[in-house]
């Protein structure tokens, strides 16, 4: 299994673009999650999903966008890019929604806004 | 609302010596699970260890315990016989019931852990 894989690992964008961070896993997992890390913040969630074709909003859900529409993928979708979304970004999934369903991680995608 | 708090934001411990990280946590709920993360410089995040608010026994991990105080609401990581490696970010995460049917991962802002040989 490749676990919870996450492209691109680096970006960087200009102020008002716009980009897609991806994410997969293939684990069958129902429950994925978008956070972002900042320095002394540690991380914070944004977006989540309980399976395909439903989708909520975390703590810092602003400037983002998602959907699923498969059990595999969860796109992050950055609509007018700002510096404050300058973060690093992972993609988390679990099986279920027990308490002691460890949350797998995946590598992150360092963004950069100018 | 659940809340977590680490206090320590960086500590230091020498090789082989023991450490404890703090952990201390807010939330009216009675069920809910403890987590700690560990977070190496290459960035990513590395579970190790997972107590629930149940659970009679405090948690054990190979040198990873978990010092759970259930009435001080605290959940302290204990390392045993530090290592190099073991330098890092640990973060303390708490899972909850957060409305409509989810529970959420709330984290700590983290503890920086710099072992010295």
């Known amino acids: 299994n490749a676990g919870v894989t996450q492209t691109p690992k680096f970006q960087v964008l200009k102020t008002g673009q716009s980009m897609t961070l991806q994410c997969a896993q293939d684990?069958?997992?129902?429950?994925m999650s978008w956070y972002r890390q900042d320095p002394g913040m540690g991380l914070r969630l944004i977006h989540y999903?309980?399976?395909?074709?439903?989708?909520d909003q975390g703590e810092v859900p602003n400037g983002y966008n998602v959907s699923r529409s498969t059990t595999e993928d969860f796109p992050l979708r950055l609509l007018s890019a700002a510096p404050s979304q300058t973060s690093v970004y992972f993609c988390?999934?679990?099986?279920?929604?027990?308490?002691?369903?460890?949350?797998?991680f995946g590598p992150g995608t360092r963004l950069t806004v100018l | 609302a659940q809340k977590i708090t680490q206090t320590q934001p960086g500590m230091f411990v020498q090789e082989k010596e023991a450490v404890t990280l703090d952990c201390t946590y807010d939330?009216?709920?009675?069920?809910?699970?403890l987590f700690w993360y560990k977070q190496p410089s290459s960035g990513e995040m590395i579970f190790l260890i997972y107590?629930?608010?149940?659970?009679?026994q405090n948690a054990t991990e190979g040198r990873y315990s978990l010092n759970f105080q259930k009435a001080r609401k605290s959940a302290n990581l204990v390392i045993s016989a530090s290592q190099l490696g073991d330098s890092a970010m640990y973060f303390c995460?708490?899972?909850?019931?957060?409305?409509?049917?989810?529970?959420?991962?709330?984290f700590g802002k983290g503890t920086k852990l710099s072992v010295i040989p």
């Open positions: 107590q629930g608010s149940y659970d009679e």
């Open positions: 999903s309980v399976g395909a074709g439903i989708t």
């Open positions: 988390a999934s679990n099986s279920g929604t027990r308490l002691r369903d460890t949350q797998y």
């Open positions: 939330t009216s709920d009675q069920s809910y699970g």
């Open positions: 684990m069958n997992h129902e429950y």
């Open positions: 995460a708490m899972r909850a019931y957060s409305g409509a049917g989810s529970y959420q991962l709330t």
